[in-house]
T-cell receptor, first 113, second 112 residues
């Protein structure tokens, strides 16, 4: 069966520091991968998605970037964190983009101080 | 363009009572519709999915949802609430692409 991992689970970082969040998927190959940010009362905001190694599409221009160095690895990064980057970050995968179900990881809680 | 509206950011029901969480969608093409549940500090878990095979969709934990095209609705129901149902519930729509549009969520509280 497929599983999705995210780490760290919780992170507290000072403003201006770099960020690296990692997501890995097991039990499937060539998944579509997604990064979402969840803010209280605002649902989920799609940040990036990827259909293959090195292929990244950005949905919202901002302080973050994403990379996919391996088939089942998706990384969310920032060079300098802002206070507004605080939130709950969720990684998800799907078998395709044609209405396929997205399966979510456990999330990373980021607090920028 | 697709959109989702969840009426009621907070819903409270008594244990054993009917659960009704409302979701209305807007889509220019036949949509795929989803309900997810999120427990505190966890990711989203799929409850059920509508793919046009049947208008009444049964999901996990006794939940079901009915697709009503004329009302552009996909409300989530459960006949009898249990304390373990307390969580946040999200409705989502996609036209069949990678992009999901999520509602802002409904937090369900179950009263003993």
């Amino acid at each position: 069966s497929q599983t999705i991992h995210q780490w760290p689970a919780t992170l507290v970082q000072p403003v201006g520091s770099p960020l690296s969040l990692e997501c890995t998927v097991e039990g499937t190959s060539n998944p579509n991968l997604y990064w979402y940010r969840q803010a209280a009362g605002r649902g989920l905001q799609l940040l990036f998605y990827s259909v293959g190694i090195g292929q990244i599409s950005s949905e919202v221009p901002q302080n973050l970037s994403a990379s996919r160095p391996q088939d089942r690895q998706f990384i969310l990064s920032s060079k300098k964190l802002l206070l507004s980057d605080s939130g709950f970050y969720l990684c998800a995968w799907s078998d395709g983009g044609g209405g396929e179900t997205q399966y979510f990881g456990p999330g990373t809680r980021l607090l920028v101080l | 363009a697709q959109s989702v509206t969840q009426l009621g950011s907070h819903v409270s029901v008594s244990e054993g009572a009917l659960v009704l969480l409302r979701c209305n969608y807007s889509s220019s093409v036949p949509p795929y519709l989803f309900w997810y549940v999120q427990y505190p500090n966890q990711g989203l878990q799929l409850l059920l999915k509508y793919t046009s095979a049947a208008t009444l969709v049964k999901g996990i934990n006794g939940f079901e949802a009915e697709f009503k095209k004329s009302e552009t609705s996909f409300h989530l129901t459960k006949p009898s609430a249990h304390m373990s149902d307390a969580a946040e519930y999200f409705c989502a729509v996609t036209p069949g692409t990678y992009k999901y549009i999520f509602g802002t969520g409904t937090r369900l509280k179950v009263l003993a």
